[in-house]
């Protein structure tokens, strides 16, 4: 299911880019990064604060405020509850687009797939399952020098039941 989501938001970007390069010139940006996960709501509840792990590939074109970018992330996060090893998985495949505000500072947004794979252990009995949603997030970003950037948003994933909600802070590198 991952394969397919990542395979269907690639081809998207492809087509809005290719329109795009065919109007005026732009380029093509990218970034990797990583932080810390916060998990909100009844998540939050559930599991402890985790880590996570990000890239994005996109393009943006010239002489424009916006980018447009295919966004991909894991998280992990592990149970609270004493005495149950337990843990969860989130794999995040987003369309976002950033609007540059200012020369250092960009607003974002975007919609896509959250996939929550868990693990549980209780004694000798082991359970897995798997879920998977549509996904809103929203945030700020600001680049700290010429590469670096600092990112913190919100993600929200309309799983059955309550909402599986994450705030992930990442740092990482533009190229």
């Given at each position: 299911m991952?394969?397919i989501?990542l395979?269907?938001?690639?081809l998207?970007l492809?087509?809005?880019?290719?329109s795009?390069?065919?109007?005026?010139?732009?380029?093509?940006?990218?970034?990797?990064?990583?932080g810390?996960?916060?998990?909100?709501?009844?998540?939050?509840?559930?599991?402890k604060?985790g880590?996570?792990g990000?890239?994005t590939?996109?393009?943006?074109?010239a002489?424009?405020?916006?980018e447009?970018?295919?966004?991909?992330?894991?998280?992990?996060?592990?149970?609270k509850?004493?005495?149950?090893?337990?843990?969860s998985?989130?794999?995040?495949?987003?369309?976002?687009?950033?609007?540059?505000?200012?020369?250092?500072?960009?607003?974002?947004?975007?919609?896509?797939?959250?996939?929550?794979?868990?693990?549980?252990?209780?004694?000798?009995?082991?359970?897995?399952?798997?879920?998977?949603?549509l996904?809103?997030?929203?945030?700020?970003?600001?680049?700290l020098?010429?590469?670096?950037?600092?990112?913190?948003?919100?993600?929200?994933?309309?799983?059955?039941?309550?909402?599986t909600?994450?705030?992930?802070?990442?740092?990482?590198?533009?190229?």
């Open positions: 991952r394969k989501i395979l269907g938001a690639t998207g492809l087509a809005t880019v290719s795009a390069s065919a109007q005026s010139s732009g380029s093509w940006i990218g970034s990797l990064g990583g810390v996960t916060l998990p909100t709501g009844k998540f939050g509840d559930a599991v604060t880590w996570h990000a890239a590939l996109g393009y943006k074109p002489a424009s405020k916006w447009w970018l295919l966004d991909a992330s894991y998280h992990h996060h592990v149970n509850v004493p005495n149950i090893d337990a843990s998985s989130l794999w995040i495949a987003m369309g976002r687009a950033n609007y540059w505000a200012g020369s250092n500072l960009y607003v974002l947004g975007g919609a896509g797939m959250m996939r929550d794979e868990s693990k549980t252990k209780v004694g000798s009995v082991s359970t897995t399952g798997s879920v998977t949603a996904a809103v997030t929203g945030g700020l970003g600001y680049v020098g010429k590469n670096i950037f600092l990112e913190g948003r919100l993600i929200d994933g309309f799983t059955k039941g309550a909402s909600v994450i705030v992930p802070i990442t740092i990482g590198i533009r190229f």
